[in-house]
């Protein structure tokens, strides 16, 4: 940070899943990747930092993108309810619980139909671009019934079979 880059805020106040003086953004401006009903605010970003720490909301019946890249993510849920596939397992989410994504693992995030999904996720300040799924990648985790279930965003509150 150069002399001229004013410090930081020593405190921004949280109301509601908002932060005083950070920007509220739709999860990715490219809109390359397939997702649904996101937001991301950077809460943490400083060139002096190696990490960043970001909160993404996700509304009801939405999710992010499928995707693997080489960075980590960790995770702790801060609202409402989900589930998550890390690799070859779909996880029901509740509140503070945290999730390690590690390196080049498939992950997705789904709120459930009826709350939203919002956590906090630390990454590194220096990342690689996420990787997505080809048709084959898709079809490898599909042979899994849950996993199946979990990609079509399926209610998985509810029982995979009748
Ligand atoms: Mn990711």
């Known amino acids: 940070m150069s002399d001229a880059d004013p410090e930081p805020m020593s405190l921004r106040k949280a109301e509601e899943f908002r932060w005083a003086g950070v920007e509220h953004r739709p999860y990715k401006d490219d809109q390359s990747a397939p997702f649904k009903a996101i937001s991301r605010q950077t809460l943490f970003s400083d060139p002096r930092l190696l990490g960043e720490l970001r909160y993404f909301e996700i509304e009801p019946g939405g999710f992010s993108t499928l995707e693997r890249h080489e960075h980590m993510h960790a ?3 801060l609202r409402g309810e989900g589930h998550c596939l890390v690799g070859a397992a779909v996880h029901p989410l509740a509140l503070h619980d945290l999730v390690t994504i590690s390196p080049w693992t498939w992950h997705q995030f789904r709120a459930s139909a009826a709350a939203p999904l919002g956590f906090l996720c630390l990454v590194n300040a220096a990342r690689d671009r996420p990787h997505l799924p080809t048709e084959e990648d898709r079809a490898a985790l ?8 979990f990609l079509d965003g399926a209610d998985l509150a509810k029982p995979l079979c009748p």
Do not use: L, Y
């Open 142 to 149: 599909r042979r899994d019934p849950a996993v199946a279930a």
């Open 75 to 77: 995770v702790v849920v």
